[in-house]
């Protein structure tokens, strides 16, 4: 198999016996593997290369996998907006003997795509993994450009410069319409429409307060408004 189109795998399990036989089982199926014992080594490992789904146990002798987790939804640490984004949104899937519906429960809560417990077949693993992989590179194709950056429409994240701010579900929504066709004006009804899926009927104010908000994490942050608001039609945005 080529390996340009190998797909990376981050296993983080201290149990070495056990991670030698599940790398056996990956690289057998065309996966290039990168295992750790300690949880400290997975996140350093991050500010290096960037995995295309993880494999996570949760008793680890450093860190349980549940601070591990948190810390990777935060970008665990990189400094680079736009790859501390990539590395928060890797797909992950704990691999635990800890079968506790509390466990299962906190895992998923603390941003866990999937949980599985051990023994796990080898089959169903891979299954799963093909899942996670295809979901991800769905969400990683919704990056719409912006001006002075880019929109991150699933993630809720703008990416402006070295700043990456965070939206709401329906600031992301609204901007992505915006995005999609600079220089249009869209009225206030196709906002709604197109962005939130909304009945025309819904209250169209709703989107002046919506701009209003981004206007102000915009500033918050030193940028200028790239609205336009035009008068008795709507709004658009400046291509810059």
């Known amino acids: 198999m080529s390996r340009t189109h190998e797909k990376s795998i981050l296993l983080v399990e201290d149990n070495l016996a056990l991670a030698g036989s599940i790398t056996d089982v990956l690289t057998l199926n065309g996966f290039r593997v990168t295992s750790v014992a300690r949880a400290e080594d997975g996140l350093r490992q991050l500010r290096y290369d960037l995995p295309d789904l993880i494999l996570l146990d949760i008793?680890?002798?450093?860190?349980?996998?549940?601070?591990?987790?948190?810390?990777?939804?935060?970008?665990?640490?990189?400094?680079?907006?736009?790859?501390?984004?990539?590395?928060?949104?890797?797909?992950?899937?704990?691999?635990?003997?800890?079968?506790?519906?509390?466990?299962?429960?906190?895992?998923?809560?603390?941003?866990?795509?999937h949980y599985l417990t051990k023994p796990i077949d080898p089959d169903v693993l891979i299954a799963h993994i093909h899942i996670q992989l295809q979901r991800s590179r769905r969400a990683s194709e919704d990056v719409i450009p912006f001006p002075g950056g880019r929109l991150y429409p699933s993630a809720n994240r703008l990416v402006l410069g070295e700043v990456m701010i965070a939206l709401t579900p329906q600031e992301a929504a609204l901007l992505k319409v915006l995005a999609s066709e600079p220089d249009r004006t869209f009225s206030r009804s196709e906002l709604l429409k197109l962005g939130w899926g909304a009945d025309i009927s819904y209250e169209t104010k709703t989107v002046d307060v919506h701009i209003y908000n981004i206007k102000r994490k915009l500033a918050r942050h030193g940028f200028e408004s790239p609205f336009e608001s035009v008068r008795g039609k709507g709004y658009r945005l400046r291509r810059g």
């Open 59 to 113: 008793m680890l002798p450093d860190m349980d996998g549940f601070t591990f987790l948190r810390e990777l939804r935060r970008g665990a640490g990189v400094d680079d907006p736009e790859r501390r984004l990539m590395v928060s949104r890797i797909p992950v899937i704990i691999l635990t003997a800890r079968s506790t519906k509390d466990s299962i429960l906190t895992g998923l809560h603390e941003g866990a795509d």
